[in-house]
Structure formats: C-alpha cells, structure tokens
C-alpha cells in the first residue's frame, strides 16, 4: 500500500486541526483571563525584616456586631487553671402517653427535648469554692483548680435554671430549660 501527497495532507488535516479553528478557541493577542485580572492584579509586598505598622480602624460602618458583643460570647478566661471534665445532655419531660401510646408528639431526638443537662466533674473541690454564672448562651464556672467558660448549644432560660452538688462525685448537674424559636 502506497500513500500519495494528497493521502498524507488529508491524514494530516484530520490529526492535527486548521489554524482557523485553533484562532476560533483562543483569544486574540495570545492573551488570556487569569485571576489576576479579576482581582486587580499583583499587589506590593513588603521587603523581608521590614517593619510593619498596622492601623486598626475601630469604627467599621460595614462591621454587623460591635468588639463588646462578641467578647462576651467567645472570650476565653485568660488563666492557667485546666478546663474540668464536662458532658452536655439533653432530658425530656416524657409522660405515659409518649411511652405506651405515643400520642404526646415526642420523638428521641434532641430537636424535642426541654432541658439542657450539664455535669461538670470536678475533683477536690468543695461546693462554697465554686462561682457558677449563667447567661442565656454561656456558661461560665470557676474554683481554686478549674476554670470554664462554655458556650451553649442553645439558648436557655438563664435565671429558670437549677444547679444540685453531688459530694460524693464532686460533680455539679445544672439543669437549664431551652429556649425554642418554634
């Protein structure tokens, strides 16, 4: 078998595509879009070892919360005292005809659960020596060896709330009813 001129230039328009294709798919000038371009290009950086000052604007307009409100919610208790042991439960006011006919609406889940239980471990401390606060979104406890500052999952009825102090375990459960936005 022979190939001729006219077999090789149609093999070689079927293997490598026409130059106006290839001007088709690509932009004119040989330049492309890079994120560059969207973003406004390269920006100046400062030398190594250079000293750097920053401003820092206090009074944002675009800000939605204010530094004092959300230091509240998520500032750590600058200490050294470890964080105790604890575990967040969730308890039900169940009756008779949640177990037997299931006709109170109940199901296991945590979305149809009253209270939130919280147990707080804490070894070789004594109840006089422990300082509980309770807002409706964090929970703050301190003794002479823990110290905690807890977010809650949910957001409670803070002064409906009740706290028991088991010696035995050195253990504190509080108790605190949740607030539903349905």
Known sequence: MSFSIDDLENLKKIIAPDDEEENYYST?????????????????????HAKVTTKINRNKP???WKQEETNNLTA????????PEYEIMYKQKVGTEDVFLGLGGLDPSSR????????????GTKQ???????????????APKFVLNLPLPHTVKDKDGNAKWDSYSSSLTITLPIIRDF
């Open 76 to 83: 750590k208790i600058s200490d050294d005292r470890p964080e």
């Open 28 to 48: 004119p000038g040989g330049s492309t879009i890079t994120p560059a371009d969207i973003t406004g290009g390269r920006k100046e950086m400062a030398p190594a």
């Open 128 to 142: 006089n020596e422990i300082t509980l606060d309770v807002d409706p979104t964090v929970l703050k406890l301190q």
């Open 62 to 64: 675009q800000e939605i």
């Open 112 to 123: 149809c659960c009253q209270d939130l239980l919280i147990r707080i471990s804490l070894p």
